[in-house]
């Protein structure tokens, strides 16, 4: 374990501890998978207090840990909220992708933690954030690659944004990790098994590290340095005994 997954182990218990002995609600920044899953294994070390995540959104890989004590009388929002980021003037756009418009708030001196997803609509974005970051985006935040553009706060409660899907079809011989994932990123088995034995793999967020795990239906796949998609369904068995999948990547 490195210094700064000790750091992040240590913060988390802090958070944890704060909860339980002044009776409030504490929040994390937002965590990436791998953290979240170092998360979920100390859970069994923590005080007993609640501990829920949210990333404002149900497709959201990047979330928040909330640490709440059991016997907490009230409610309290989420530090989370949705900047609404969109051209002033579509018609003069330059094209903006993800990269852009993060590379954009990370350029203001902002840390990668404070921000969770980023979905892309027809080169708007919707970015979530922590609540206390926001309106320093809004007053900062003019100008992506040579477009202007306008920054805006919704709460994410009020919105619903999908992520855009590829839809990738394939025949395995057997619903296992390796072979799903080889089908998802167009890749051999062979290459593939790396990045599960190197710990890069993670289903519905928890790491995986067996090549031959089995997949449900509705899992989310999540490799580090590829991307995510969620395995749909076994479409049918062909008349060889191989079986036709269908998966959704996330774009």
Not at 151 to 167: A, L, R
Request: net charge positive; glycine share 6%.
């Amino acid at each position: 374990m490195n210094k700064e997954e000790l750091f992040l182990i240590n913060r988390l218990k802090d958070l944890a501890n704060t909860a339980y002995e002044k009776n409030i609600y504490t929040y994390s920044d937002f965590l990436n998978i791998n953290e979240l899953n170092i998360l979920n294994q100390i859970k069994e070390s923590l005080p007993p207090v609640n501990v829920n995540i949210t990333g404002g959104n149900n497709y959201a890989e990047r979330k928040i840990a909330v640490f709440s004590p059991d016997e907490i009388y009230y409610q309290e929002p989420h530090p989370i909220v949705v900047l609404s980021i969109a051209p002033l003037n579509s018609k003069f756009a330059q094209h903006l992708t993800h990269r852009d418009f993060l590379g954009a708030i990370l350029n203001l001196g902002i840390n990668r933690n404070k921000i969770g997803d980023i979905f892309v609509k027809e080169n708007h974005a919707y970015v979530y954030c922590k609540e206390d970051i926001s309106i320093y985006i809004i007053d900062n935040l003019f100008q992506i690659k040579h477009t202007q553009v306008s920054v805006q706060t919704k709460q994410y409660e009020s919105i619903n944004i999908t992520p855009d899907f590829k839809e990738i079809t394939g025949t395995v011989s057997n619903i296992r990790l390796d072979s799903i994932i080889a089908i998802a990123f167009q890749s051999s088995r062979n290459s593939i098994i790396k990045y599960i034995h190197e710990g890069k793999v993670f289903i519905n967020g928890k790491l995986t590290t067996s090549n031959g795990a089995v997949v449900k239906e509705g899992d989310i796949i999540s490799v580090r340095g590829k991307g995510r998609f969620i395995f749909e369904n076994l479409i049918k068995e062909t008349k060889k005994g191989r079986k036709l999948i269908k998966i959704n990547l996330y774009q």
